[in-house]
């Protein structure tokens, strides 16, 4: 199994193993594990409090587990073939308002996320896109910018991976906004660089503490009056597609040193990563 996905989808396999699994049938061998036993099993995870979707997730790594099982000569069956499932209910996305927007950004205001909290909200980006990205990927003059990684965590570490579909690997336009910022972004990196030495990524921040950091773990969390708030990237992300017709209120809360158009410094190395 460890060689057929992802590393980050092996550790939730993992997880949902040793967090569900065998503590509900760990005790039980795997020639005498019955059809109620395993309904049982999804029956107490729904008493404890388990949502729908994730006792759907149990099922799906023991009917795999049980479908090799059976691949191998060891089953001749699959107990949780007739199992009953909950109902999932689908919850709607909800998107940032205006007035959202313009307080996160405003919240963000001279930190090192101010601009990677724009970018995920006028390109609608997910937040390991954003963390794979490297200046060859944004063309500034054309106004475009490429998604052809994206970074993950996992056990095995951090590292960068290509999108999942082909659909992921796209193009998106930038708004002039966005651009100016990310002008000014890589001006203040490039300095930055000059000071501490050379970034790997494009979202590194222009004072010394990386936005990245925290045992390896990417974060993006703004602080705000003694207090760490952390956004919600898939808030942000689908706030773009509703705010991006009415995009005044983000130009208005971007900080005033992100609204001139300066030119990148000939200095800059290529493959600096835009959040750092």
């Given amino acids: ?72 000569r060891q089953l001749s069956r699959n107990p949780s073939d007739d199992a009953a499932l909950p109902k999932i209910r689908r919850r709607e996305m909800t998107a940032l308002s205006d007035k959202q927007v313009g307080k996160l950004l405003a919240a963000a205001k001279g930190t090192p996320v101010a601009t990677p909290l724009l970018a995920l909200v006028t390109l609608g980006m997910r937040r390991g896109e954003l963390l794979g990205l490297t200046w060859p990927d944004v063309d500034s003059d054309e106004g475009r910018v490429s998604i052809r990684r994206t970074l993950e965590e996992s056990s095995a570490g951090v590292t960068f991976k290509e999108p999942k579909t082909a659909r992921g690997a796209r193009t998106i336009a930038l708004p002039q906004v966005t651009v100016e910022a990310l002008r000014e972004h890589r001006k203040a990196q490039c300095e930055m660089r000059l000071r501490v030495g ?53 130009r208005a809360c971007i900080p005033r040193s992100c609204r001139s158009a300066s030119g990148t410094p000939r200095s800059a190395s290529p493959w600096t990563p835009i959040v750092t």
């Fill in 1 to 72: 199994m460890r060689h057929r996905v992802a590393a980050r989808s092996y550790d939730r396999y993992a997880g949902i193993v040793k967090g569900h699994l065998i503590p509900a049938l760990g005790g039980v061998k795997l020639t005498s594990l019955r059809p109620d036993q395993v309904q049982r099993c999804y029956s107490k995870l729904i008493d404890a409090g388990l949502a729908p979707a994730t006792v759907h997730k149990v099922h799906a790594v023991l009917h795999s587990a049980l479908k090799h099982a059976m691949r191998m």
């Fill in 198 to 250: 050379p970034a790997s990524r494009v979202t590194t921040s222009s004072s010394p503490a990386p936005t990245v950091s925290r045992g390896g773990r990417p974060t993006s969390r703004v602080p705000a009056a003694g207090s760490s708030r952390r956004p919600a990237s898939p808030a942000a992300s689908t706030t773009c597609g509703t705010l991006m017709p009415r995009c005044s209120c983000v």
